[in-house]
């Protein structure tokens, strides 16, 4: 116990130093570099494999997997909600980012299965699933999936994850501010005219006091139980649930299901139970979304702070290669798809779906804020409906795609998931939500909110 602790204190006391430098360094609030990214470098530098300075316990190597089904756990508490909304607006952003997700899956998975396998470059067919946990999936998943590789014979898959997701997140915030100057110097955002005007808070990552929202509410009396706690324990137990399914599952047939995908289906049939019964009414959904983003905080710094630099340098090839495709793929994600399968607020819409692509939510969420600081462009409820059926896409790809990796019927995931690319894009056309406007010709930036 006194092992975690101290380095959950190591970890945090890294993690405030790392705010404290994004809060004062201009460089670090001009890139908008997260302060776990940040801390879990300086921890990867400071640890064993370059000086030495720190050392982390034996348990450290388990702490990702663990917080990412809590993480898991908090998306699926609230159930799934389907609302009314504009139709073309939310249908061709819904298949926009189904085709330009699986195009992720698709193009690096037959990359590698048909290729790179087979070239002598030292990595299997699951090296190509990879690069999708990392950029699409973030720190959490990559660890996520990086574990269920480890326990079908690819122990060197976290490592890979994790790198994958680090230059994710490099790309989607470098990237992503390379991409918003070209488009407001084109005139191609609809609420912005220059990102010279962000906020300091966005910068510095502290928010001024009249600027602050607020964290969620008391919905049970402090007198009986703290709020937070009630909150903690909720999310415990379909977390806890999981694993020891998936625990008793493998001991009894051999086969280990991934814990964050039946710690979410554990959560999403507690859902039901918490409305039937009433305690959804006292549950803030606000709150376990910042236990859940407290944890990735938490994932980022260890799954940065533990990658096995042995294990980077010995697939140095496959992965410049793969990351290479990857930037190739988010960039059409934002150039050539965006507008071609959004009609209204194009590159609002494309700019958060890239951030997303690239890492995690948060990325997308701070590179919208910066185009779209008043919420116009309808990006976000749209993305609400969309991932209520997209989460089941993802939660399958994630579940069944390392077996079907490490099983070899790699190249048939490839290929289906192809196949969603080309559903998706005739589904777009055939509704007449494929928009071959020039960009020049898309609107100049004007006030009209969408509704």
């Excluded at 494309?350 to 919420?375: H, K």
Aim: charged letters at 15%; proline letters at 4%; glycine letters at 10%.
């Amino acid at each position: 116990m006194v092992a975690i602790l101290t380095d959950f204190a190591i970890a945090g006391a890294l993690i405030l130093v790392s705010q404290m430098l994004r809060a004062k360094v201009k460089f670090l609030q001009s890139f908008f570099i997260p302060a776990s990214l940040l801390a879990g470098l300086i921890a990867l530098i400071l640890g064993n494999q370059v000086l030495g300075v720190l050392n982390f316990s034996d348990y450290s190597g388990d702490y990702t997997w663990t917080l990412v089904v809590m993480s898991f756990v908090a998306v699926g508490l609230p159930g799934i909600k389907f609302t009314k909304a504009s139709g073309e607006r939310i249908g061709s952003y819904f298949f926009y980012k189904l085709g330009t997700w699986a195009l992720q899956f698709s193009l690096p998975v037959i990359l590698c299965c048909l290729v790179l396998s087979k070239a002598n470059m030292g990595v299997n067919d699951g090296f190509g699933l990879l690069m999708a946990a990392g950029f699409m999936g973030g720190h959490g998943t990559a660890a996520a999936v990086g574990a269920t590789f480890a326990k079908l014979g690819f122990p060197e898959a976290s490592d890979i994850a994790m790198t994958f997701a680090t230059a994710g997140i490099l790309a989607g915030v470098f990237g992503g501010l390379a991409f918003i100057k070209w488009a407001t110097k084109k005139g191609y955002t609809q609420y912005v005219h220059d990102i010279k005007n962000i906020s300091d808070d966005l910068r510095t990552g502290m928010v001024k006091r009249e600027n602050r929202e607020i964290f969620g509410t008391n919905t049970i009396s402090p007198i009986s139980l703290d709020p937070l706690c009630w909150h903690f324990a909720i999310m415990l137990i379909p977390t806890v649930l999981g694993i020891w399914f998936c625990d008793w599952f493998g001991g009894k047939t051999g086969v280990f299901l991934p814990e964050y995908a039946i710690g979410f289906l554990i959560a999403l049939a507690l859902s039901p139970l918490l409305k039937k019964s009433g305690m959804e009414e006292y549950i803030d959904f606000r709150i376990t979304d910042r236990i859940s983003a407290c944890c990735t905080d938490f994932i980022v710094f260890f799954g940065v702070a533990k990658i096995k630099l042995s294990v980077v340098i010995e697939y140095a090839v496959p992965l410049v290669i793969m990351l290479a495709l990857g930037g190739v793929i988010v960039f059409l994600t934002v150039y050539y798809f965006g507008p071609r399968m959004n009609k209204d607020s194009w590159f609002e819409r494309s700019i958060f779906v890239y951030g997303y692509s690239t890492g995690v939510f948060a990325i997308g969420m701070l590179l919208l804020r910066i185009v779209d600081p008043n919420g116009e462009s309808a990006t976000l409820p749209d993305t609400g409906f969309a991932e209520s059926i997209q989460t089941l896409n993802e939660l399958f790809a994630w579940s069944v795609g390392p077996y079907m990796m490490m099983s070899g019927k790699g190249p048939w995931f490839g290929l289906g998931m192809l196949a969603v690319v080309v559903v998706s894009i005739a589904v777009s056309k055939a509704f007449k939500w494929w928009y071959n406007i020039p960009l020049d010709q898309r609107g100049a930036i004007h006030d009209r909110r969408i509704d």
